[in-house]
């Protein structure tokens, strides 16, 4: 069920409540300017769907992923992106653990981007940071990509 209300914050902003078991693209819905919105789902999709549905809308973007773990379904979701120039750019922030703690998948990520695509601090922080001439997006999330 999907309720809209107007926020305190900006009069034009709206706030968009939903809990689905819907795609992330049913969910997420039209983007609109100055638009937060919030969805939580039954793990029927993840991050990168997130991702995904937010670049049908905006069109090529510079991408920048904050995330704990990813894992190889996922960094080749990313690299077809901006293999297919749907991100123009992409940059990577994960944890300083994560090379050894998920050295497979570390080295996927750095296969696939390049060491200088990857940045990395004492973090354990889910973000995702999408932008272009027309969009500024932050997606904050609880999952891991």
């Not at 750019?89 to 981007?113: C, M």
Request: overall charge positive.
């Amino acid at each position: 069920m999907q309720e809209i209300h107007k926020t305190t914050r900006q009069r034009n902003r709206e706030i968009r409540n939903m809990v689905s078991d819907q795609s992330a693209i049913t969910s997420i819905g039209k983007l609109e300017p100055n638009f937060d919105i919030f969805c939580l789902n039954k793990g029927h999709y993840s991050i990168i769907n997130v991702i995904e549905a937010m670049l049908r809308q905006t069109g090529a973007a510079d991408v920048i992923i904050s995330t704990w773990t990813a894992a190889d379904a996922e960094i080749a979701a990313a690299f077809n992106f901006l293999k297919n120039e749907r991100i123009n750019r992409l940059q990577w922030i994960v944890d300083r653990s994560f090379p050894t703690r998920q050295k497979k998948y570390y080295n996927s990520l750095i296969n696939a981007f390049g060491e200088s695509s990857v940045s990395m601090t004492n973090s354990h922080a889910k973000f995702v940071l999408i932008s272009n001439d027309n969009w500024k997006i932050v997606i904050r999330t609880s999952m891991n990509l």
